[in-house]
């Protein structure tokens, strides 16, 4: 897949992590595990994704979680975004022979109309997701009222950064407690579904919720130290109603004109 111009402007390119990626990006299959054959990916997936829906990853590196996820139904679509041209070009094959779409662009800036996708999912990625309060906000506009973001990962968040650590481009990517990640997508307009904070992995689902981005909820579930032992999610979404009328959809998910099929990418 060629590289054209970036579709983020000064917005990716100024984004050290993109050089990161793109250097990283031929070995990243053999040194970095993809975390799909984990309990927790199978879990979250088997739970989360739905018939239908419209799915955008936000990090999708070489499309090793883009190709592992089971959309369900004619409808479902997914598409992959990536800072780094160098893991989209490895991504272009799994993409295609999954039928899934990938754009080139920034977490702060999504090349995407307003209401485009039902689900935003974040695997092994939401650390290098800067500035946090852009991100939300866009993570926001693009999903359709009762559409949801989740976070996870299949390692333990304390792993997680200790890697992280180790690493000078991405040394301040952490991931933050449960509870501060909580306070900050209440901020944005989301509503906490489920969070789990284990030794085998980390999970923050959330639900957009109508008001704009900048309406402040008051979180009220009065925990004081972050999660250790939460329960599997217990607020899985909600089918469409039988009765809501819904017009006829394009192949092509929402977006900007220049998303294009990965098989025609390349």
Same mark, same amino acid.
């Not at 997701?129 to 506009?141: A, F, I, T, W």
């Given at each position: 897949?060629?590289?054209?111009?970036?579709?983020?402007?000064?917005?990716?390119?100024?984004?050290?992590?993109?050089?990161?990626?793109?250097?990283?990006?031929?070995? /990243?299959?053999?040194?970095?595990?993809?975390?799909?054959?984990?309990?927790?990916?199978?879990?979250?997936?088997?739970? /989360?994704?739905?018939?239908?829906?419209?799915?955008?990853?936000?990090?999708? *590196?070489?499309?090793?979680?883009?190709?592992?996820?089971?959309?369900?139904?004619?409808?479902?679509?997914?598409?992959?975004?990536?800072?780094? /041209?160098?893991?989209?070009?490895?991504?272009?094959?799994?993409?295609?022979?999954?039928?899934?779409?990938?754009?080139?662009?920034?977490?702060?800036?999504?090349?995407?109309?307003?209401?485009?996708?039902?689900?935003?999912?974040?695997?092994?990625?939401?650390?290098?997701?800067?500035?946090?309060?852009?991100?939300?906000?866009?993570?926001?506009?693009?999903?359709?009222?009762?559409?949801?973001?989740?976070?996870?990962?299949?390692?333990?968040?304390?792993?997680?950064?200790?890697?992280?650590?180790?690493?000078?481009?991405?040394?301040?990517?952490?991931?933050?407690?449960?509870?501060?990640?909580?306070?900050?997508?209440?901020?944005?307009?989301?509503?906490?579904?489920?969070?789990?904070?284990?030794?085998?992995?980390?999970?923050?689902?959330?639900?957009?919720?109508?008001?704009?981005?900048?309406?402040?909820?008051?979180?009220? /579930? *009065?925990?004081?130290?972050?999660?250790?032992?939460?329960?599997?999610?217990?607020?899985?979404?909600?089918?469409?109603?039988?009765?809501?009328?819904?017009?006829?959809?394009?192949?092509?998910?929402?977006?900007?004109?220049?998303?294009?099929?990965?098989?025609?990418?390349?």
């Amino acid at each position: 897949m060629n590289a054209p111009s970036d579709t983020q402007g000064g917005e990716g390119r100024a984004d050290p992590r993109r050089q990161f990626f793109d250097q990283a990006a031929g070995m /990243w299959d053999q040194r970095v595990p993809a975390g799909t054959d984990s309990e927790a990916f199978t879990t979250w997936s088997q739970t /989360w994704i739905r018939s239908g829906g419209a799915v955008l990853e936000v990090g999708c *590196g070489t499309g090793r979680v883009l190709s592992a996820l089971r959309v369900r139904g004619p409808e479902g679509r997914r598409v992959g975004l990536d800072l780094s /041209w160098q893991m989209l070009a490895r991504a272009s094959p799994r993409a295609a022979a999954a039928g899934a779409w990938l754009i080139q662009g920034h977490c702060a800036c999504l090349p995407f109309q307003s209401a485009s996708f039902d689900m935003v999912c974040i695997v092994n990625t939401f650390p290098h997701l800067h500035p946090l309060g852009k991100v939300l906000s866009e993570l926001h506009r693009v999903l359709r009222a009762g559409g949801t973001v989740h976070v996870l990962h299949t390692a333990s968040r304390e792993s997680v950064n200790a890697v992280h650590r180790a690493l000078s481009t991405v040394s301040d990517d952490m991931i933050a407690p449960a509870l501060e990640l909580e306070a900050a997508f209440a901020e944005a307009g989301f509503r906490i579904l489920c969070a789990e904070e284990q030794p085998t992995h980390f999970l923050l689902s959330v639900c957009r919720v109508s008001p704009a981005p900048g309406f402040v909820w008051t979180p009220v /579930w *009065g925990r004081t130290k972050p999660i250790l032992e939460v329960s599997r999610c217990t607020h899985p979404p909600r089918p469409p109603s039988p009765g809501r009328r819904r017009g006829p959809r394009s192949e092509a998910p929402r977006g900007r004109p220049e998303l294009a099929p990965a098989a025609r990418a390349r």
